[in-house]
């Protein structure tokens, strides 16, 4: 379920599994005891494996740990995390990167998630977030599942929109990225954004 979504999903899993075994076990056993169990039926299959989506899909809206680090000029090393984490993923997601006044690093959420084409931002979400966390600067970016990374029309209209709410906050977009299969577009590189 984690590949794709996650650099490496068998470190992931290994982590979620040994977080959560004590709470959700499909067989009502400890994990030491794998040996004693016998066949599994079907409910508990599947209502183990809708709990381990949630668990999923819980992990993956958490906020990611990142380190207090410059955000201005995007730095190389930001810009691959984002990269490696969703170049590669089938929907469309976008992630917010929120620093404080003097551009470190505060942290770095799912914001947004759509399907193959369309992506379903709520624009209080993301700045309910940002005000929470006393965010004065902010990098957001987005992956298209087709692997271009050009900005749409429409990438290009969210992202002037969002940046006039942003400033009206008292926050800084510093850019908006588009992630694609082999690479990176920057709008503020384009001249995009003001």
Known sequence: MLEGRHPDPGMAAEQLLSQFTPVVSLYGTQVEDRE???PVCPQRWTLGMVLARWL???G???EEPVPSEPLTETPRELRQRLFDSMSRLETERMVAVFADSAGRIISQELVAEGDKGQL???LRRLFT???KRDAKRMIIAHNHPSGCATPSDNDVASTRRLDEYARSLGI???DHLIIGAADITSMRTLGLLA
Request: charged share 30%.
């Open 60 to 62: 993956l809206t958490r």
């Open 36 to 38: 004693a169990i016998g």
């Open 172 to 174: 800084v977009l510093e």
């Open 129 to 131: 977030k940002a005000l």
């Open 56 to 58: 999923v899909r819980l």
């Open 120 to 122: 379903r931002l709520s």
